[in-house]
């Protein structure tokens, strides 16, 4: 990101690594950490994220099975 663009002063590109940072640590999540972010992670925030996600899923794969066989039953 910080090579695309040009900074025409030392603030315009100081400004963008402190953008690229932040970014990086606290929006980006990051695949080798499970999905989270570093800041997640860092603050210990990541096992009740964890675990939210897998209730969310579990509750959505709930959900369709129900809408599935509803769907079934009213084509019969």
């Known amino acids: 990101m910080v090579k695309l663009?040009?900074?025409y002063h030392p603030d315009e590109l100081r400004e963008g690594l402190s953008d690229f940072?932040?970014?990086n640590n606290?929006?980006?999540c990051h695949e080798s950490l499970n999905n989270l972010t570093?800041?997640?992670v860092y603050f210990?925030?990541?096992d009740a994220i964890l675990k939210r996600r897998?209730?969310?899923k579990?509750?959505?794969l709930k959900q369709r099975k129900n809408q599935y066989l509803n769907q079934k039953l009213i084509v019969l």
Do not use: C, L, M, Y
Request: proline share 5%.
């Open 5 to 7: 663009n040009n900074f």
């Open 21 to 23: 940072v932040d970014r």
């Open 26 to 28: 606290n929006q980006r």
């Open 38 to 40: 570093p800041a997640d």
């Open 44 to 46: 210990g925030r990541g």
């Open 54 to 56: 897998e209730e969310i």
């Open 58 to 60: 579990k509750q959505t």
